[in-house]
C-alpha cells in the first residue's frame, strides 16, 4: 500500500497554490455535485424510463434497485472500515497548503478506504452490468470525474481510492447476481406497479440525496453530534444507558415495519398475480 502511494503521489497537487485555474478547475469538479452524483443518477433515472417489452423493463428496473442498494452497501462497508480501521490522516494535513474550509472539516475522519469512490464505482459498476457502453462511460465518469479530484488535491492516498472503489465495485456485482437481484427486487416492483406515483416520489428524493451525496444527512449527522458531544463528554454512562435504550427501541420498530411491509407486498403480489391470471 505504501509502495503504491508513494508512485502515484507525484500526481498530488499537495502543496500547491489554490489560485491557479488548474487547481481551480480540479476545486470545481472536486465540489460539483451536480456533474459527480446528478450525471450519475441521470443516466440510471434513463435507463429506468427506457422503453421495451414487459421481460426487458422488468429486468433493467431490478437492475437499476440493485445498483442503488449496491452502492449503499459500499457505504456502509467503507464506512464501518474507516470506523473500525486505525485511523489514517489525509494528505493535505500534512502540509502548509491554504485548503478550503470545507476540506479541513475532514481532517476528522479518517481517509480509508474512500467513500466518494465506493459509492460511485458501485453505481458505475451496476450501470455496467445493464449497458456495457453506459457502463464504460459511468467507470471514466468515476475515474476522472470522482477518484483524480479528490487524489490530485490531497482528500485521498491512491490506496484510499483504490481500496473504494473495490468495495463499490465488489457490492455492484454481489448485488447484481441474479438470484440476489430477482428475490430482492420482486416485491418492491409488484408494489412500485400498484403504487406509482408512490414509488416516483421515494425515487425522487433517494435520488435527490445520493446526487447531493447525503449532505442533508450529512449535516443533519452533525448537528446531533454537536449537540450530543457535551452529554456524552458530562455523562458517558447515561449517554450508554440511552443510547442501548434507543438502540432497542429502533430495533424493535423496524421489525415491526419490516413485518408489517412484508404483508402489505405479499398481499400486493398476489393481487398481481390474480389480475395477471384473469
Given at each position: 500500500m505504501n509502495v503504491l502511494d508513494s508512485t502515484l503521489s507525484v500526481f498530488s497537487c499537495v502543496p500547491c497554490d489554490p489560485t491557479t485555474?488548474?487547481?481551480?478547475?480540479?476545486?470545481?469538479?472536486?465540489?460539483?455535485?451536480?456533474?459527480?452524483?446528478g450525471v450519475l443518477m441521470a443516466v440510471l433515472w434513463g435507463l429506468w424510463l427506457a422503453g421495451g417489452d414487459a421481460r426487458r423493463t422488468t429486468e433493467i428496473r431490478s437492475r437499476v434497485l440493485m445498483t442503488v442498494a449496491g452502492g449503499f452497501a459500499a457505504l456502509f462497508v467503507a464506512r464501518s472500515l474507516a470506523l473500525l480501521l486505525p485511523f489514517r490522516s489525509?494528505?493535505?494535513e500534512t502540509s502548509a497548503a491554504d485548503v478550503p474550509a470545507a476540506v479541513r472539516a475532514l481532517e476528522s475522519w479518517s481517509a480509508f478506504p474512500s467513500d466518494h469512490a465506493a459509492l460511485f464505482f458501485a453505481l458505475a459498476t451496476g450501470i455496467l452490468l445493464i449497458s456495457r457502453p453506459l457502463g464504460l462511460l459511468a467507470l471514466a465518469h468515476a475515474v476522472v470525474v470522482i477518484t483524480l479530484p479528490r487524489l490530485y488535491l490531497g482528500l485521498h492516498h491512491p490506496s484510499d481510492l483504490v481500496a473504494g472503489a473495490a468495495i463499490g465495485s465488489a457490492c455492484a456485482m454481489v448485488a447484481g447476481w441474479a438470484p440476489v437481484r430477482t428475490r430482492c427486487t420482486a416485491r418492491v416492483l409488484a408494489w412500485g406497479s400498484a403504487h406509482g406515483p408512490w414509488l416516483a416520489a421515494l425515487a425522487f428524493a433517494l435520488s435527490f440525496e445520493i446526487a447531493t451525496l447525503f449532505d442533508t444527512v450529512r449535516n443533519g449527522a452533525r448537528v446531533v453530534w454537536s449537540v450530543a458531544k457535551p452529554i456524552v463528554r458530562a455523562s458517558p454512562v447515561r449517554v450508554a444507558e440511552t443510547t442501548g435504550l434507543l438502540v432497542v427501541v429502533a430495533l424493535v420498530v423496524a421489525i415491526v415495519m419490516l413485518a408489517r411491509s412484508r404483508r402489505v407486498l405479499d398481499r400486493l403480489a398476489d393481487e398481481q398475480e390474480a389480475r395477471d391470471s384473469t
Open positions: 485555474v488548474l487547481n481551480r478547475i480540479v476545486t470545481f469538479l472536486a465540489d460539483a455535485e451536480l456533474l459527480k452524483g489525509r494528505p493535505f
